[in-house]
């Protein structure tokens, strides 16, 4: 109860500094890459319960010749890279966190696909709300290989507590303001986690 009060203390007194960027930002987009302005994707959050993630859209939709989206290498435009590499396209998740779906603070919510792929301590990060930012993103970030990432999440929610988020904040910012771990090596975004295969980052 204790979190959920401060992130929601934290948000709402805040907003007059992230509602006008918010709608900068939404203004930025519409005009780079077109409608919808949004990104919508369904994603497994506190106790796997399926709920709607709102992100910026970074990428163009543009498809093939058989109809299918191009790679994210294709459709990441600089205006794109831009917008994950400050984080600006995660605004819009501020309203997950207003909803209740998500934390400031806690494991990046994943692909619903995902889930029966976890091993059982992989899963207990869907012991706690997902979260805007987390252990594993002020730990290296997409630069880590997603064994390590999940390890990093799965600490987080045995050691939680209002200090570690507090920590992890600050140590957010400095993050996004140095810029580390934007995507993966060789990759344009993050490799799909593929627990079967060998994890390109492994």
Known sequence: ??????????VLLTAPLW?????????MVRRKLGSPVLFRQKRPGYQGEIFELIKFRSMT???????????????LTAFGRWLRATSLDELPELLNILRGE????????????????????QARRH???PGLTGLAQVMGRNALSWEEKFEWDVTYVEQ??????????????????FRTGISAQ?????????????????
């Open 61 to 75: 939709s543009e498809c093939g010749p058989d109809g299918k989206l191009l790679p994210d290498e294709v459709r």
């Open 102 to 121: 998500m934390s400031l603070v806690g494991p990046r919510p994943l692909l619903i696909a995902y889930l029966p792929r976890y091993s059982a301590r």
């Open 19 to 27: 509602l006008p960027l918010l709608a900068i930002v939404a203004w």
């Open 1 to 10: 109860m204790l979190k959920r009060l401060f992130d929601l203390l934290a």
């Open 127 to 129: 012991e706690v709300r």
């Open 186 to 202: 060789n990759e344009a975004t993050m490799p799909e986690f593929n627990p079967t295969g060998r994890d390109s980052r492994a």
């Open 160 to 177: 939680q507590s209002l200090w570690l988020d507090l920590k992890i904040l600050f140590l957010t910012v400095k993050t996004v303001l």
